[in-house]
């Protein structure tokens, strides 16, 4: 919606994990089609125990994030275009300055790691190892973004159960 016409709804996106371009000018989001294979894993996934759940919900989000097309809105026109990120598997996204593309993602099933796309190029891992990284917020300029590291374990587990909560600044 515009804030001069709030009531009016300029558009409704299929797709998930919107972020805003520093601008204000574009909007990323994960647009999706949804296969039969899907839907299929989804109505399983409803009516199984709770392991079997666990299992077709880990199956259907793997489906999901490699589905999820980067997609990219110019908010003046309505005009989109799609990023290419290949097979990486993708789970947030944000918008930089001067065109660059960041997400959080994996490939071939390690850990997630923050990738930078740019002018067409392909994606590259500006993180590596583990723990996984969590992409969060950019700041108003576009130039640098926050990742934190996804903790494994719980907290109260036990002195040395979980390193103590981590972050990372990319410029």
């Known amino acids: 919606a515009r804030t001069d016409v709030p009531h009016e709804t300029v558009a409704e996106l299929a797709g998930y994990g919107a972020a805003f371009s520093p601008d ?15 839907l299929q894993l989804e109505k399983a996934a409803e009516q199984a125990d709770t392991a079997e759940r666990t299992r077709l919900t880990a199956r259907l989000a793997a489906l999901s994030e490699t589905a999820a097309r980067v997609t ?14 290949g097979a990486i598997r993708k789970s947030a996204i944000r918008l930089a300055s001067r065109d660059v593309v960041l997400f959080s993602g994996s490939d071939n099933g390690a850990a997630e790691q923050i990738y930078v796309v740019q002018g067409g190029r392909p994606p590259v891992a500006a993180t590596s190892g583990d723990p996984a990284k969590v992409l969060q917020d950019v700041n108003a300029a576009g130039t640098a973004v926050l990742f934190t590291h996804r903790v ?12 103590p909560p981590r972050f990372g600044v990319i410029t």
């Open 24 to 38: 204000g000018a574009h909007l990323a989001y994960l647009a999706m089609d949804v296969t039969s294979e899907m």
């Open 152 to 163: 494994q374990g719980r907290r109260g587990a036990g002195a040395g159960a979980a390193p």
């Open 72 to 85: 990219i809105r110019d908010l003046s026109t309505g005009r989109e275009w799609h990023v290419d990120t």
